[in-house]
């Protein structure tokens, strides 16, 4: 696939790394400019760009910034794409957002109103960057770590699915964007390497 990732610290920098890696045509952005990611570039493969040219034309977009950043993100041009929300809020680090403070709305549910017409899909929050980059193993190996994948389109969030399988890992459906915030931050799931059957069990036993 054609995939822009928005975004070049710890997650985007390893999606950029194992996806280029996997044969996809990946154009990475960060806020900095496309000349601060010539040593990311040259390492991977993947193209440096600005923000449209990491979204126009690509076929799903990994957004892996701060959430504070989102409403700086240009809407438009994310209408109609599969967006990949890899965010978490960090009130320390982005600052009180009311709605998202008193969880009121999932963290990817307030994305997507910021990025209204995007098909929004919620993955690769709840995992460590050094994981995500080392701990893939073929499927049906024992242990094989799983990774929640929440959205409300059906059709984007297999493709979703299908690419968490291909990086290594067990897709589990965590259900819609209102209920993605059974993965966010001081959850069970988050952070922790579990398997199907343990993120299922740690998705249920979540509490707001």
Do not use: C
Not at 14 to 21: H, V, Y
Not at 66 to 75: E, G, M, R, S, Y
Not at 112 to 132: D, M, P, S, T
Not at 163 to 186: H, I, M, N, Y
């Amino acid at each position: 696939m054609k995939i822009g990732i928005v975004g070049s610290g710890h997650i985007g920098g390893t999606l950029t790394r194992r996806l280029q890696a996997l044969g996809h045509d990946v154009t990475v952005t960060n806020s900095r400019g496309p000349q601060s990611l010539t040593e990311l570039a040259a390492e991977t493969g993947a193209t440096a760009g600005t923000l449209e040219e990491a979204v126009q034309g690509a076929e799903l977009v990994v957004v892996a910034v701060p959430v504070k950043a989102v409403p700086t993100l240009t809407a438009e041009l994310f209408d109609g794409k599969l967006v990949v929300d890899a965010d978490n809020y960090y009130p320390e680090r982005d600052g009180d957002i009311a709605e998202l403070l008193d969880r009121s709305l999932s963290s990817s549910r307030w994305t997507a109103e910021h990025l209204k017409g995007a098909r929004v899909v919620k993955a690769f929050n709840n995992i460590q960057a050094q994981h995500l980059m080392e701990k893939g193993t073929s499927a049906g190996s024992p242990d094989r770590i799983a990774l929640p994948v929440a959205g409300d389109d059906a059709q984007a969030k297999q493709v979703v699915m299908e690419l968490v399988e291909e990086l290594g890992f067990d897709p589990v459906d965590a259900g819609t964007l209102d209920e993605s915030w059974r993965q966010q931050p001081d959850t069970p799931v988050y952070g922790t390497d579990r398997d199907a059957d343990g993120v299922r069990e740690g998705l249920a036993a979540a509490r707001p």
